[in-house]
């Protein structure tokens, strides 16, 4: 079917699987925001549509409206003509201008020059640290309107000891049943090394030796997600190669602890659909990649795991999707499975979970206000849930939540799913004090 | 586009929710994608004052007013007009209360239907009409089309629930026919703008009817080895005035469409036809309700017959069905949708024809309807690309409404008449009926200038009777193709 004009080569074929019924509106958080239809997938899918068909010219309006998507793929969830929206804006974008200044620099200087390289991270985060000690950002908010207010409360980098590298292998702690990869990733290494390591750590209870690739940053999601596929084509094949080099089974699985590299890993063959030579290696590479929750509530992991989980302090837990992991992997039981395995808190139920908490990658630095009225509805409902800690597993929006948490002056912070499963493994099987407050995985 | 009229616009609504810009192409078709149109300017109001305010300045340039809920309208409805502005309500989404006692919602007319029931749960109501576009479409056009829905067999349709609306007129006069407490006092106006289409004017805010939450339900599915016998079965139950609240049939392309979809039942694939019967009442009526399904889907044929065990399998027989139009997104790239009304006891024979029809063109079909209220949805599959196709799909929709008509039925069993049944109105009235339709219209928009070229034709019947297909497809509203 390609008889159209096509003025975009966009992914053309995509766009027919949308029926134009508009079941997909109310999921959508950008169109409940601003009513538009072209700020809807339908509309979008629309646009998108008219664009490869040559009715259309990407002009501004038309760029924005296909720009401000958060990708967030709530509208894949409840589309029964099965539209793949998420692909399909993949492809749009990058053939599209970047909408603004900040847009492509972001687009060339971050994503190219600084996320894939170790080093060039490590250097940053360090740079950053040491303006967040001096509290410079706070001191320069104040000129940056609502990006200003993001900044200033964004959670400060750790030191260096923290953003250190994992070891290439660390060991089961229980009876050793298998081996698996972890990626450490770009940003959630040197914001959230914590994560990581608490993740291992329940990894090795369950059984788990963890490799990790040494020399490896980035998986290329962001890249995709924001219109530079050749980059995000070349971070997947060193990702490919990091795991492939890295030795062991070649089944081995490769567990993601956060929910944006693990949906974006897990669809690497569509890169390369055109590439007959990385098609099959991506394709082996996909059916390796496994969502950490998803790998640990397997019944005999987490029947070991729930062995050596003792009682935490008191208190209520809400478990908010990230949208790559509910409506990107199609994930929502088993994080709450597994919180349910916890002894001594209470999980509860926070209205509207999976909807989007305006992180959505780098949408919340080009789309400051819209992102904060997201999370401020978001902070509405947690706060109507009367949970005590929030729980989530993607580093984006765990610096979302931080941030809101901190803007609004609340003591809490939220945790990764794999800290709050690791401060209950600290805890050891032995010990039944409930009064004792968790230690920091 | 520098008119002084569209900064007014700006001025009232702020500049955001005026769209002018090559976004707009995102609006041009409602869910009847057949049909384009582009106007001057979309406009979203917050409120009624708002609107008031826009309605005036519309009213002073003479310019034609579409009103635009969610567009998941299925007759073109919605479709902007050339030279004309379309006024949308997706930002007119509160619900002002909730009154448990009186059982009334009082809500801005761009809330959507479900959120409603949503918000009515925790005081142990729900709002009845529940088209399967539910989840999407607002209760502004729900009111304006007097949309039905599944449970409509029992609850009855949207008018049946309306107890007051807010209307801002042509002109930008606030009509307020919120309900007082105790009965309507003169004319029934919320009878005469429910199912007005966008005619009368912008109906800004609602008041509803909720009903309370059943205290049993009941959903079983029924497999039939062909949908001559689902149809008779209901056909027969009909004629025992069984008491459920929704009786719905699936053919077999609709029953593999689901099944491919996120919204998988686990409907039997096998199945050449599947009736959903749902009771909700009492315990003891709910049980004779069911029985009586029972018996007579053996005497019929049924191959196998499964009852939902819990809440969420309920849930799932019913996504299943309420994505059912969607998910034929998986046949081809377009859908028709028809919506006309068989006499219940000629179900059988009107399904065949339509069958028949489809297949003397080489279409694909698919049969999802609520039989209990004879509302049949013939589903045609096509790709809007291939111009033969559709001059073949609208052929067999218009031979289809024919059928019904010819037998003693309907030519719009829910989703109105828009643009696609227009011409169609012909077959059903004459002249006379029509004028006094055109002179009710006046009262209330003397200039006709909100939403013109839908559902009422202008030319006389006679010249209508002559003009070929319904509508022209892509463009016949000024659509820049
Ligand atoms: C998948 C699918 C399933 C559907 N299932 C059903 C079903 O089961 N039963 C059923 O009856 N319909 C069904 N429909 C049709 C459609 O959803 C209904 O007609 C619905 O009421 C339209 O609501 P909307 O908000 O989308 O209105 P729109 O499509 O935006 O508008 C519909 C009409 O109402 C007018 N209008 C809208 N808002 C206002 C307002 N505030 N004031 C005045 N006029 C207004 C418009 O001008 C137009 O003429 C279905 C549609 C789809 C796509
Ligand atoms: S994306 Fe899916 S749900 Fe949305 S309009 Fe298209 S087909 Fe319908
Ligand atoms: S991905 Fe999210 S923001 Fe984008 S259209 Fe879909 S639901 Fe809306």
């Not at chain 1, 998108?48 to 040559?54: D, N, P, S, T, Y």
């Not at chain 1, 750590?201 to 990790?212: F, R």
């Not at chain 1, 690739?213 to 998986?219: G, I, K, T, W």
């Not at chain 1, 944006?260 to 099959?280: S, V």
Request: charged content about 20%; glycine content about 10%; proline content about 6%.
């Amino acid at each position: 079917m390609s008889s159209a004009i096509r003025s975009l080569p966009l992914d053309y074929d995509l766009t027919l699987d949308c029926i134009h019924c508009g079941l997909c509106l109310n999921s959508c958080p950008t169109y409940r925001q601003s009513g538009r239809e072209s700020e809807g997938p339908r509309g979008r899918i629309h646009l998108m549509r008219a664009l490869a068909e040559g009715r259309l010219e990407a002009d501004q309006d038309c760029v924005e409206a296909l720009d401000s998507c958060l990708v967030c793929r709530n509208c894949e969830t409840v589309c029964p003509a099965g539209v793949q929206f998420g692909a399909l804006m993949e492809s749009a974008r990058d053939h599209l201008p970047a909408p603004g200044l900040l847009a492509r620099g972001l687009r060339w200087f971050g994503f190219r020059l600084v996320l894939p390289h170790r080093r060039v991270l490590g250097f940053l985060a360090g740079a950053v640290r040491l303006t967040q000690l001096l509290r410079l950002p706070q001191a320069i908010a104040p000129l940056l309107g609502q990006r200003g207010i993001a900044l200033a409360h964004l959670p400060v980098f750790p030191e260096a000891n923290k953003r250190r590298n994992l070891p290439p292998i660390c060991p089961s702690t229980s009876e050793r049943t298998e081996a698996v990869g972890m990626l450490e990733g770009c940003v959630q290494r040197q914001l959230y090394g914590d994560v990581n390591r608490a993740t291992v750590a329940v990894l090795n209870a369950c059984g788990a030796d963890v490799h990790t690739p040494q020399d490896h940053a980035c998986c290329g999601a962001l890249h995709a997600h924001n219109g530079d596929l050749d980059e995000a084509r070349r971070l997947a094949q060193k990702t490919i190669q990091a795991f492939e080099d890295m030795g062991g089974e070649p089944d081995m699985r490769i567990v993601l602890n956060s929910a944006g590299c693990g949906a974006h890993m897990a669809e690497y063959p569509r890169l390369f659909a055109e590439d007959p030579l990385w098609l099959p290696r991506a394709d082996a590479f996909a059916q390796r990649v496994i969502d950490f929750s998803a790998f640990v509530a397997q019944a005999e992991r987490a029947e070991r795991l729930k062995k050596q989980l003792a009682p935490l302090a008191p208190r209520k837990v809400a478990w908010d999707d990230p949208c790559h992991l509910c409506h990107g992997q199609g994930i929502t039981a088993e994080p709450r499975a597994l919180l349910d395995l916890i002894p001594g808190i209470e999980r509860v139920e926070m209205p509207g979970a999976g909807s989007c908490c305006g992180s959505a990658g780098i949408h919340a630095l080009l789309y400051p206000a819209e992102s904060n009225q997201l999370l401020d509805a978001k902070l509405e409902e947690f706060t109507s849930s009367e949970a005590d800690v929030l729980i989530t597993a993607n580093p984006g929006c765990q610096m979302q939540w931080h941030g809101g948490f901190s803007r609004t002056g609340k003591a809490t912070r939220p945790q990764h799913l794999a800290e709050i499963l690791a401060a209950s493994l600290a805890q050891g099987p032995q010990v039944v004090s409930k009064a004792k407050p968790p230690k920091k995985g | 586009m520098t008119k002084n009229w569209i900064d007014e616009l700006r001025t009232i609504v702020g500049p955001r929710n005026v769209i002018t810009g090559s976004e707009s192409l995102a609006w041009e078709s409602d869910g009847l994608s057949l049909v384009r149109g582009m106007g001057q300017a979309i406009v979203l109001p917050l409120d009624t004052e708002e609107t008031v305010l826009v309605m005036k300045l519309l009213a002073r340039e003479g310019v034609p007013v579409v009103p635009r809920g969610a567009g998941t309208g299925l007759t073109g409805g919605a479709t902007p007009v050339e030279g004309g502005v379309t006024v949308g309500t997706a930002r007119m989404r509160e619900i002002f209360s909730i009154d448990p006692v009186g059982r009334l919602a009082h809500v801005q007319a761009g809330v959507v239907n479900s959120d409603l029931s949503v918000a009515a749960r925790p005081h142990g109501l729900f709002y009845a009409p529940d088209p399967s576009s539910q989840a999407a479409c607002t209760l502004g056009g729900n009111v304006a089309n007097n949309s039905g829905g599944p449970h409509c067999f029992m609850h009855g349709s949207t008018t049946r629930h309306v107890r007051g609306v807010k209307l801002v007129d042509a002109q930008g006069q606030v009509l307020d026919l919120l309900a007082s407490p105790a009965d309507p006092e003169g004319l029934d106006l919320v009878g005469l703008i429910t199912g007005s289409e966008g005619m009368f004017g912008m109906v800004t805010e609602v008041q509803l009817n909720l009903e309370p939450l059943p205290e049993e339900v009941q959903t079983i599915i029924a497999v039939f080895p062909s949908l001559d016998a689902a149809c008779d079965c209901v056909s027969e139950a009909i004629a025992a005035h069984i008491e459920a609240s929704a009786i719905e049939i699936l053919d077999k392309l609709t029953i593999a469409a689901v099944e491919d979809s996120i919204f998988a039942a686990g409907y039997p694939r096998e199945a050449e036809a599947l009736l959903l019967v749902e009771a909700e009442g009492g315990a003891l009526e709910v049980q004779e309700t069911i029985d009586l399904v029972l018996q007579l889907a053996k005497k019929h044929g049924a191959m196998e017959i499964r009852s939902a065990q819990d809440k969420a399998e309920r849930a799932r027989l019913w996504a299943g069905r309420k994505g059912a139009f969607g998910a034929m997104g998986r046949v081809a790239p377009d859908l028709y949708v028809a919506d006309v009304v068989a006499p219940r006891t000629r179900l059988r024979e009107i399904v065949a024809l339509a069958i028949k029809i489809a297949e003397e063109r080489n279409l694909r079909l698919g049969n999802v309807f609520h039989a209990g209220d004879g509302n049949l949805h013939p589903n045609i599959a096509y790709d809007r690309r291939d111009e033969d196709e559709v001059r073949r799909v609208l052929e067999a929709g218009q031979l289809i409404m024919e059928a019904c008509i010819e037998r003693g039925g309907s030519l719009t069993g829910e989703h109105g008449v828009g643009v696609e049944k227009m011409t169609h109105m012909c077959d059903l009235f004459d002249d006379d009926d029509l004028n006094t339709m055109h002179r009710v219209r006046d009262a209330l928009d003397p200039k006709r200038r909100m939403n013109p070229t839908k559902v009422l034709p202008l030319r006389a019947c006679r010249e209508v009777r002559n003009g070929g297909l319904p509508f022209s497809p892509m463009g016949n509203l000024g659509a820049k193709t």
